[in-house]
């Protein structure tokens, strides 16, 4: 473990250089990339001196056990000697999951779109409850949540909203949400009091920096239109709508959030370009879970990835088998122990497939 972390320190100590080189800071990409890094290492740098500090403990305690002498003092060696060898094999734990690859999109910002599925006005009714689940857990994380687009369900919800969220690692966290998502209860509009089992699609892209897309304006045709929906006096007078359409994908971006037409098309072209970069993302995460047989994060959109059973006030994530009676909490935006769960299985996937390296 030594070792690999020394190896780790070097690293570290050559980036920590190369962020302050002129050349590096004048190219935005590189330097963008080195600061992750740097991030990143300056956490195992932190663990590596918890990890010497401990080892050093022991060594020492041992030292002062095997000699023997005053009581008192090799009482608190024993003391010093349970501590550290309780403490290092977690150490050891943690940085081993540190050590592990990371995915360099899981420190970008995220948009997401949810998408009324089966089931009529039901279905865009769990989209809104879809989308305050998360607004409230985006708020726990304190990041911030920005709608893009939206088209209203006939009772209430949405038939689609699409939103940007930035904040720390929100890709990393928001990923696992990818897919459809049930829900099981009596409609609103049921008079008989049957269940019904209704369905929403979450979409979750990685927002793509402009250096990670090239986008040839030629490529694109932009519409404008009149913004739909609640917004004031400027709604169905102005041309402030925005649509884009990239002509060799036929990928369709749109934003009528804001009053300025400018700032509209400003936010479509940075969901077009995640929407972009994100094709490429699902071929490469089917490739790699087709390699390590994952079941967390496929990439494939339609699986059924969870259920929210309202008459057993359940939650039930498919992928893992996770099963919380905490339904009320949970559509109140605390998924937070379902997405630690999800990041366990994945970090266990990726320890099997790297522990020869590791």
Request: with cysteine; proline share 3%.
């Amino acid at each position: 473990m030594l070792e690999k972390l020394q190896i780790i320190k070097q690293r570290f100590d050559e980036v920590s250089d190369l962020i302050i080189q002129p050349d590096i800071i004048t190219d935005q990409k590189r330097y963008v990339e080195l600061n992750r890094e740097y991030k990143d290492l300056r956490i195992l740098m932190d663990k590596r001196e918890k990890y010497l500090e401990l080892t050093n403990n022991l060594n020492e305690a041992e030292s002062i056990i095997s000699e023997g002498g005053d009581p008192e003092m090799v009482e608190m060696a024993k003391m010093q000697y349970d501590e550290a060898k309780e403490g290092i094999p977690k150490l050891e734990e943690e940085i081993k999951v540190l050590l592990i690859p990371k995915d360099p999109e899981d420190s970008k910002n995220a948009v997401v779109e949810l998408r009324a599925g089966t089931g009529g006005d039901e279905a865009s009714i769990f989209a809104g409850d879809l989308f305050r689940m998360y607004t409230k857990y985006c708020e726990s994380k304190g990041w911030r949540v920005e709608t893009v687009d939206f088209s209203e369900g006939t009772n209430g919800g949405f038939k689609e909203i699409q939103f940007e969220v930035s904040g720390e690692d929100v890709y990393g966290t928001l990923k696992f949400e990818a897919g459809v998502h049930r829900v099981q209860r009596v409609p609103q509009t049921e008079t008989q009091g049957r269940v019904h089992t209704s369905a929403a699609t979450v979409m979750v892209f990685p927002e793509a920096e402009e250096f990670d897309v090239e986008i040839n304006p030629k490529d694109v045709r932009i519409d404008f239109f009149c913004s739909s929906g609640p917004g004031g006096q400027s709604v169905n007078t102005t041309y402030s709508a925005v649509r884009l359409t990239h002509i060799p994908t036929g990928l369709v971006a749109q934003c009528q959030d804001q009053k300025s037409q400018h700032k509209n098309k400003e936010k479509a072209f940075r969901v077009l370009r995640s929407r972009l970069y994100d094709m490429e993302l699902a071929k490469k995460m089917e490739e790699d879970a087709a390699k390590r047989g994952s079941m967390v994060s496929s990439g494939d959109r339609s699986a059924k990835i969870r259920t929210y059973n309202y008459p057993q006030g359940r939650v039930t994530d498919h992928r893992i088998g996770l099963t919380l009676y905490d339904l009320s909490n949970i559509v109140n935006g605390d998924i937070q122990r379902i997405i630690d769960e999800l990041q366990l299985a994945e970090n266990t996937e990726k320890l099997k497939a790297n522990s020869d390296v590791i």
